[in-house]
């Protein structure tokens, strides 16, 4: 099938990244090849909250990409159900400090024209009794901001562009071999098939061994794992995104506010920082709760110093912090995981062109879900301007 075919576009790996620039390219009248190693893309796509929250991006071209991309997103939910929420996202204050960051965070918003509204302690109780009192001081709601469902996101956005504009795809096709043939790229499978394309995009992941690895230096590059859970499904009580105090002292956006280098972490904070740790939650339409996360690093092709194993320890660390956050009437897990990406470390994206054709577009971070369609319409734009 599509044996030995030239298109526009080939582009290697099916998940958020992969998919984006597809669909940019579709949407310009491009004809586009996409290549999935597996039955079906199941990495950091797919392991992550399915919050779409451009409130915690620096406050450069990444908030206007996680901007560009809620658009998109909310553009394409008219068309076709991609699972798009628009409840908004919360952010919790837990002490004085934190509150202030809030109030400085809503001027800068309103500076960007991003809508945003500062609640008291009480307010906040008052919209979200769930809270506990002695946690809350304020809370900030960001109204524009929207979750998906991130275990069907992709797979539908795929799906339309396969029925509705003329996308090919291949599942159980690994790709071995890409290179500057001709003038154009040939791609080159496990299952001896050739394909061709003017240009290809490799958006492969955190497997950067196997294809071209000379070309992902590791100084440049690191693994993220990341730990998860779900809650057993219980009555609907989380109306929005959830984004707590740890939250506030992580995200980038933050580090913008003019008292943010001033801020008292205590040695219980500390601990929790050390692996990574900040708490968010998210109720899916099944009532379960999505409860995260955790981080760890290390370079680049050296995912296997982080073992297999799912930590205990730090599931029962960030259990107990959610539980000084909420009550919830049911506090059962039903699944825990870790979710592996691949993130810059000099830069927020890893690009790289090789021989004028093949495009590397990798190491997004933590920042996929929120930022991609936006940053892929930017590059696809580019590419062919």
């Known amino acids: 099938m599509y044996k030995n075919r030239k298109y526009d576009l080939v582009i290697v790996g099916g998940g958020i990244i992969g998919t984006y620039c597809a669909y940019h390219a579709l949407r310009r009248g491009k004809s586009v090849l996409l290549l999935e190693k597996d039955a079906q893309p199941y990495e950091a796509s797919f392991r992550n909250f399915g919050q779409a929250v451009p409130s915690g991006q620096a406050l450069d071209s990444w908030f206007d990409y996680g901007r560009k991309s809620l658009k998109i997103y909310k553009d394409l939910q008219e068309e076709v159900d991609i699972s798009v929420v628009k409840n908004g996202s919360w ?12 109030e400085e965070m809503m001027q800068l918003f309103k500076d960007r024209d991003y809508t945003s509204r500062l609640y008291t302690a009480s307010e906040t109780l008052e919209i979200n009794p769930h809270f506990k009192k002695e946690y809350v001081k304020g809370g900030l709601f960001i109204p ?5 469902n991130p275990l069907v996101m992709v797979h539908r956005v795929r799906e339309f562009m396969i029925k509705n504009l003329g996308l ?3 599942n159980l096709c690994p790709v071995i071999a890409v290179e500057k043939k001709r003038g154009i790229a040939m791609i080159t499978t496990s299952k001896k098939q050739t394909f061709w394309g003017d240009q290809v995009i490799l958006a492969n992941g955190r497997d950067t061994q196997f294809l071209l690895p000379e070309h992902y230096p590791t ?17 609907k009580i989380l109306k929005s995104n959830i984004l707590t105090g740890l939250t506030i002292r992580r995200y980038d956006s933050f580090k913008s506010c003019p008292s ?21 939650f998210k109720q899916a339409d099944d009532g379960s709760i999505i409860l ?21 320890e730090i599931n029962e660390m960030m259990l107990a912090e959610a539980k000084r956050i909420t009550s919830l009437e049911n506090w059962t897990v039903d699944s825990t995981w ?22 590397i577009i990798n190491g997004i971070g933590g920042k996929g879900m929120t930022t991609s369609p936006g940053f892929t319409a930017e590059y696809i734009q580019k590419l062919y301007s």
Not at 144 to 148: C, D
Not at 293 to 312: C, I, L, R
Not at 338 to 359: M, N, P, R, W
């Open 219 to 235: 100084a440049e590059l690191k693994i993220s794992k990341l730990q998860m859970m779900r809650l057993a499904p219980q009555k």
């Open 260 to 280: 943010y280098s001033k801020i008292y972490t205590s040695s219980e904070q500390k601990q929790l920082q050390a692996k990574g740790i900040h708490i968010l």
């Open 292 to 312: 995260g996360d955790s981080h760890e690093y290390v370079p680049a092709g050296e995912q296997a110093n982080f073992g297999f194993e799912v930590s205990s």
């Open 168 to 170: 090919h795809y291949h």
């Open 338 to 359: 870790a979710g592996f990406y691949l993130q810059g470390t000099q830069s927020e994206v890893f690009t790289k062109v090789v021989d004028d054709v093949i495009h």
């Open 91 to 102: 952010y919790v204050a837990s002490d004085d400090q934190e509150m202030t960051l809030l």
């Open 144 to 148: 524009e901001e929207a979750s998906l």
